[in-house]
């Protein structure tokens, strides 16, 4: 796009509406939503103030960015939302493309919750990868050893071999030679007692 014609664009979509208030946000409210964004962010953790200033100029960009090429109405809650997007990111890069979506939010409340030391600075830029003192392993590995359930070697168990006896079946076979042997109409037993007949006969 023409950068006159985004310019034009830009100023209608922030201009006043009827005199009233405009229908977005713009660049310059960004200094409204900055204090917000800041205690946000420290209330993931940021406690550092060099990392508190990386984080803000780069949500700044973010919400500029927004702002400019979006219909943004709530300043506040845009620069918010960006924090978050902007966590999340960093997570997935961390993590690599294999975790799915799911684990990524239980590494999140990892970090967040403080099982990862270091990985506010990392997260900023600020400091190495390994966001430690150590510098053994570096902090995905962390986040990924604190986040994945484990899972257990295969187990199976031993089973003895049990020995099948069809003792209905059987009994189903001996029913049904007793029932070809009857007429139809017989009476239960007649056919025992023509045998035992025969027999006395015989």
Do not use: N
């Not at 967040?112 to 590995?141: F, K, M, N």
Request: proline share 9%; charged share 25%.
């Amino acid at each position: 796009m023409d950068s006159a014609v985004s310019a034009r664009f830009a100023d209608l979509l922030h201009a006043p509406l009827h005199g009233g208030e405009p229908v977005a946000a713009s660049p310059a409210d960004w200094e409204q939503a900055a204090p917000r964004v800041a205690r946000y962010l420290r209330a993931l953790g940021v406690r550092d103030p060099r990392d508190l200033d990386l984080l803000m100029t780069a949500i700044r960009v973010r919400f500029e960015h927004q702002v400019e090429t979006s219909l943004v109405p709530d300043a506040v809650e845009t620069g918010i939302e960006e924090a978050s997007k902007l966590l999340d990111e960093w997570l997935a890069t961390e993590l690599g493309p294999d975790v799915p979506g799911p684990m990524r939010g239980v590494a999140r409340a990892v970090v967040l919750g403080g099982a990862v030391p270091g990985w506010v600075g990392v997260w900023s830029g600020r400091t190495l990868q390994t966001g430690d003192q150590s510098g053994d392993r570096p902090i995905s590995e962390r986040i990924r050893a604190s986040s994945l359930a484990p899972v257990p070697d295969p187990a199976p168990l031993a089973m003895a071999t049990q020995r099948i006896d069809p003792c209905c079946y059987r009994l189903f076979r001996r029913l049904a030679r007793r029932l070809r042997g009857m007429r139809p109409g017989s009476p239960p037993g007649s056919l025992h007692r023509r045998r035992a007949s025969l027999g006395q006969t015989i």
